[in-house]
């Protein structure tokens, strides 16, 4: 059983600090990781895909891949109010479909 | 905007009744996937498709099924709905054809079991 595991929180920052989300995963062979932001009552939404091992910047956002290690995080430069919501982390393996980890509520405080 | 509906958007049913929920795509995507997501639980796969008539189980298929016989449409059937079914349930599609690519969503079916 692949397995994707994330603090469930709540990560609480204060606005303007930066929020480092963290993810784990259990399939040494996995090849695609994305981040998807999720809005309470609304859909998941991508943030970022990254498939190669270091960093990967999108504005505010910078997502990190260390395969070694099996971790990926998320990095939220310069946090807004607006960021709040639930972060889901997810993971896939070769000719399977993409595993999502529960997800960190994150809370930035005005 | 990846042009998936999903209809109905809320439904309150009960016990033992057939409920099936649509998921309907305008751009021809190869795969799509029923999830269900619950507090404390995350996103959990049901079933998936990948193709005409071509589907495959997920994490949670006990009590349900699912149909597709056209590209555009992916159906999700609970035979006979179970309180347990409450949740929210997404479906969701690869936009390259690629099982391993980015998924998006749907806006969600809200669903209650009495």
């Known amino acids: 059983q692949k397995e994707v595991e994330q603090n469930s929180g709540p990560l609480s920052v204060p606005e303007g600090a930066i929020a480092s989300l963290n993810c784990t995963y259990s399939d040494r062979g996995s090849q695609s990781f994305f981040w998807y932001r999720q809005y309470s009552g609304k859909s998941p939404e991508l943030i970022m895909s990254?498939?190669?091992?270091g960093d990967k910047e999108d504005g505010r956002f910078t997502a990190q891949l260390n395969k070694a290690s099996q971790y990926v995080s998320l990095l939220i430069r310069d946090s807004q109010p607006s960021d709040s919501a639930t972060y889901l982390c997810?993971?896939?393996?070769?000719?399977?479909?993409?595993?999502f980890g529960k997800g960190t509520r994150l809370s930035v405080i005005a | 905007d990846a042009g998936i509906t999903q209809s109905p958007r809320h439904k309150v049913t009960e016990t033992g009744t057939p409920v099936t929920l649509r998921c309907h795509q305008t751009e021809n995507h190869r795969y799509m996937y029923w999830y269900r997501q619950d507090p404390g639980h995350g996103l959990r796969l049901i079933h998936y498709?990948?193709?005409?008539?071509?589907?495959d189980k997920g994490e949670v298929s006990d009590g349900y099924s699912v149909s597709r016989s056209k590209t555009e449409d992916f159906l999700l059937t609970l035979e006979s709905a179970t309180s347990s079914q409450t949740s929210v349930y997404f479906c969701?599609?690869?936009?390259?054809?690629?099982?391993?690519?980015?998924?998006?969503f749907g806006p969600g079916t809200r669903l209650t079991v009495l």
């Open positions: 969701a599609i690869s936009e390259s054809g690629q099982i391993t690519d980015t998924q998006y």
């Open positions: 997810a993971v896939n393996e070769g000719n399977t479909p993409l595993v």
């Open positions: 498709s990948y193709g005409v008539k071509d589907t």
């Open positions: 990254i498939y190669s091992n």
